[in-house]
């Protein structure tokens, strides 16, 4: 099976720009999940989507946001670019049976978007 | 809240050396734990996962940790590191219904040949 794949790999933006960010997980996962990571704040979780709804956010401004397609592919958004934007956006996807106490589901992380903003 | 803690920033071992690098977290319940690596230039991969059982726990690449529910800590082992196992470790947790992981802020690991 083929992995998650990240689109683009890398993205050079000034401040106060846009960008979308794509991700395709692996083939039958329906869960797609996003991570910034940085050197000073590590992995930060962005937000999860499955069955194109937004079912969990972390604590990231209003400035990010993302959607999810009924073929499971998801978009990622930032407007307003800031300097502390620049970091490597990280997609990951997951099987994900829905419901239950406890997931217990495996997330398979892409290679990632290197955003640089200037 | 959650989180997850790494001792160790930097860790420098000759090839066939013992590795144990420590990761402890914070929750509140049933939690499943991993273990991811990033080698360089590469992108997370997934090195081994507890979720239930037996918490000893073996991942690929001769990699194994332990889960010990009382101290809250799921170390990472190898008996005799590689230089190809110098890479960025990463311990990860999640709980409850929601899958979202949260990472510690990683362990980097230099093997000398």
């Known amino acids: 099976k083929a992995g998650v794949t990240q689109t683009p790999r890398y993205l050079i933006k000034t401040r106060g720009q846009q960008v979308t960010l794509s991700c395709s997980p692996i083939?039958?996962?329906?869960?797609v999940s996003w991570y910034q990571q940085t050197p000073g704040q590590g992995l930060q979780f962005l937000f999860e989507?499955?069955?194109?709804?937004?079912?969990n956010k972390g604590n990231f401004p209003g400035r990010f946001s993302g959607r999810q397609f009924s073929n499971s592919r998801s978009e990622m958004n930032v407007s307003t670019l800031e300097l502390g934007d620049s970091a490597l956006y990280l997609c990951?996807?997951?099987?994900?049976?829905?419901?239950?106490?406890?997931?217990?589901?495996?997330?398979?992380f892409g290679p990632g978007t290197r955003l640089t903003v200037l | 809240a959650q989180s997850v803690s790494q001792h160790n920033h930097h860790v420098i071992l000759s090839e066939a050396a013992s590795l144990e690098l420590g990761c402890n977290y914070s929750y509140g319940g049933t939690v499943n734990l991993f273990w991811y690596v990033q080698y360089p230039g590469q992108h997370l991969q997934l090195l081994l996962k507890y979720f239930s059982g037996d918490p000893l726990v073996k991942g690929i690449k001769g990699f194994e940790a332990e889960f010990i529910k009382s101290k809250f800590s799921f170390n990472l082992r190898k008996p005799s590191v590689q230089w190809s196992d110098t890479a960025e470790y990463f311990c990860a947790v999640s709980g409850g219904s929601q899958g979202n992981l949260i990472f510690g802020k990683g362990t980097k690991l230099s093997v000398k040949p």
């Open positions: 989507y499955f069955s194109e709804t937004q079912r």
């Open positions: 990951a996807s997951s099987i994900q049976t829905s419901g239950g106490t406890l997931n217990t589901d495996t997330q398979y």
């Open positions: 083939s039958g996962h329906r869960s």
